[in-house]
């Protein structure tokens, strides 16, 4: 047989291994998606689609009516100055991300995380030849650290990472923040990749604020977003890259030469679910009502500590003063509790924390909370 290559080596699967089904009995914090069905309007489009025969090849970048409503929900949502030619619909978020840093980042190139981040950015550093840079987040609120990021710079940084709301740490960056790192990617001439796809998603009433959106950042930014987390989507695989129209032309090709377009039927369900972004209200009420249960249930547990998360629906738990590293805290969670919660040790920024996430059923946090603090109440 011969070899495997052996440039992708090391690549690591992030959270992957946490997102296969567990054992029966276990109760799962782990998934990162909504509990709820997608909208019948959008499931109802693809339907429509599919029956009446729109199954064949088409515009690679997602069709012209398609990619113009994307490009007015980022207009007038988020007040990002995009057009339709600026708009590649990608099979997911992750790959819009993984498009981004192919066409900012060169071979041995920097990019800046602000860590703990979530891991997929890394690994695509990795995966495009470039060399992610950790930068921490003040802790315990994980806000970004600009005396750390001016420290980060080097004659190879290109380019910036910037997620918020964030996952894991649940943090959203004020609009003062993102200022800074907006200044800070023009004063260094820095491509900015902007995560989004939490947006829709905050809790603390602070604005969102697209780096896109403010002067000299649209130029320099890819803006990242899609109806994943907000619709209930996460197993439709759609993405969106905004941009420049030459970067989307760019990133158009590479789509063109790779996967081509994301399904013809899948691009009216897309269209629905950027025309109808009042669905996303109906959710919003729910997580921060599972948000409110899960921060009351963990309160009661003395040993473990968490900041009331801003936005996205993850709670990054600090569980040190159970003497345990995170990973021991999860294998031992799993085997003694039965619940399954993703240990942070391996992330830079990440050490001495779990993370759980609220976009579960009630009765599943409940029950995971209720094991837990049971658990650790015996030892
Ligand atoms: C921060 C962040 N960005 C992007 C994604 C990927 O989204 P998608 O499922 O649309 O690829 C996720 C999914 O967990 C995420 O947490």
Redesign the pocket.
């Known amino acids: 047989m011969p070899n495997i290559p052996t440039r992708f080596e090391a690549l690591r699967g992030g959270?992957k291994a946490f997102f296969a089904p567990p054992p029966e009995g276990v109760t799962r914090l782990t998934v990162?998606?909504p509990g709820f069905d997608t909208p019948s309007n959008v499931t109802n489009a693809m339907i429509d689609a599919v029956k009446s025969g729109d199954t064949h090849y088409t515009r690679g970048e997602g069709r012209e009516s398609l990619c113009a409503t994307w490009a007015e929900y980022l207009q007038h949502r988020w007040n990002i100055p995009v057009t339709g030619e600026g708009i590649v619909m990608t099979?997911?978020?992750?790959?819009?991300?993984l498009y981004a840093m192919m066409v900012a980042l060169d071979r041995d190139d920097e990019i800046l995380l602000l860590d703990p981040a979530?891991p997929?950015y890394a690994e695509q550093a990795v995966l495009v030849g470039a060399k992610p840079i950790s930068v921490p987040c003040i802790q315990p609120s994980f806000r970004p650290d600009m005396v750390a990021l001016e420290n980060a710079i080097s004659h190879r940084t290109k380019a910036l990472l910037i997620?918020s709301p964030?996952?894991p740490t649940g943090a959203v960056y004020t609009p003062e923040e993102i200022q800074n790192m907006v200044d800070f990617a023009i004063r260094h001439d820095l491509w900015i990749i902007s995560?989004e796809?939490?947006a829709e998603l905050i809790w603390n009433g602070t604005p969102h604020i697209s780096p896109a959106s403010l002067p000299g950042g649209f130029e320099r930014t890819l803006t990242?977003m899609?109806?994943?987390?907000t619709h209930a989507?996460?197993g439709w695989?759609?993405?969106v890259l905004a941009a420049t129209n030459e970067v989307a032309n760019l990133v158009g090709r590479i789509q063109g030469n790779t996967c081509s377009h994301i399904p013809s039927f899948i691009m009216p369900a897309a269209e629905v679910a950027a025309k109808e972004w009042d669905s996303v209200g109906e959710f919003r009420g729910d997580y921060i009502q599972k948000r409110k249960r899960m921060m009351d249930l963990i309160e009661q547990i003395p040993l473990l500590n968490a900041g009331e998360p801003e936005g996205?629906f993850y709670l990054m738990v600090d569980v040190r003063n159970t003497g345990m590293d995170a990973i021991t805290f999860a294998a031992r969670a799993m085997e003694e509790a039965c619940v399954q919660v993703i240990p942070l040790e391996g992330i830079p920024g990440g050490e001495g924390y779990i993370r759980l996430s609220y976009a579960a059923d009630d009765d599943v946090i409940e029950e995971g909370l209720k094991r837990l603090g049971e658990w650790l109440g015996n030892q």
């Open positions: 959270f990162g998606e099979p997911g978020a992750k790959q819009a991300l979530w997929t997620n964030n996952n995560d796809i939490y990242v899609g109806p994943s987390k989507m996460t695989r759609v993405g996205a």
